[in-house]
């Protein structure tokens, strides 16, 4: 499809998101209910790459971002569509744009239930299914499971030491989106026998934190990774987002008080991407739905 499209009154044509004002951006966000903030809208404009949809006189009827990892993979968010043309097509050519600067990469994204038979029309596949937990975190946390190795903060300037782990865990190097999630956040480490086995980040992001990544080898030392930071935020508001349904890290993040606000859908176009397999590292809480 062409790099632009008319849908009915609209005639829109794609531009690279780094050229249009974020203030219309965030505004394209607050007219679906997504909670981004302008600078959240800058973090990702760094991260990615992105195109917004606009009419001749500048307006902003839609956006989506792809974050490459390598030459072969890259994940898809922030696809959004204004109410006013979202049964007109756009979703479907924003894809296409999609698609045409993303070559031949596997591609993989979170799925909305409103979009998600648009991108198995595109050739997506579901995967898994997202909990957005999340509320005011309470002084009067769970307890946790006996630590089994030692939990230390992690500075920013010695990322190199869980990039071997995360990329195991995601399935591909990510090191650049590392150092980017890292500015500003507070990192912890899991270690045993000298070892680093998990790591966990918090940061701030729309109405308050998102706890997250979290990478753990099994449900006690995710709790463990995220505890460390719900009890830093006591009275504030945290998110976590995870693929893990049931379990006791499910069960930690439902008695800490945290409540699921919707889900997603995990779904993939090209190679499977998620491929978890039993004692080894794995993604139990996302970075953010388009990060993953």
Known sequence: MGRSVRLKSFELVARDIREVDVKLLHALSIAVGWPHRSKDWDFLRRAGQGIVAVDGIGRVFGSAMWFPHGR????????????????????????????????????????????????????????????????????????????????????AENLQEIAALDECAFGTSRQKLLALLSEGASICTLSRGGEI???????????????????????????HLTAVHLKELTGRFARVDTREQTGLFADYLQQSRLGISETVITMSKGRRFLNRKENEPWVYGLAGHALS
């Not at 980040?201 to 308050?208: P, S």
């Open 197 to 223: 086995v998990g790591y966990s980040m918090k940061r701030e992001f729309g109405r308050g934190h998102v706890i997250g990544p979290i990478v753990a080898s099994n449900d006690c030392d995710a709790i």
């Open 72 to 155: 072969e993979f890259a994940t898809i968010g922030l696809v959004i569509t204004s109410p006013r043309t979202q049964a007109q097509g756009s979703g479907r050519w924003l894809m296409e744009q999609v698609f045409e600067r993303c070559g031949k990469r596997n591609l993989s994204l979170n799925s909305t239930d409103a979009a998600y038979h648009l991108y198995l029309s595109l050739g997506f596949s579901k995967e898994a299914v997202v909990y957005q937990w999340q509320g005011e975190v309470v002084s009067s946390l769970p307890a946790v499971p006996v630590l089994d190795g030692e939990l230390r903060s992690l500075s």
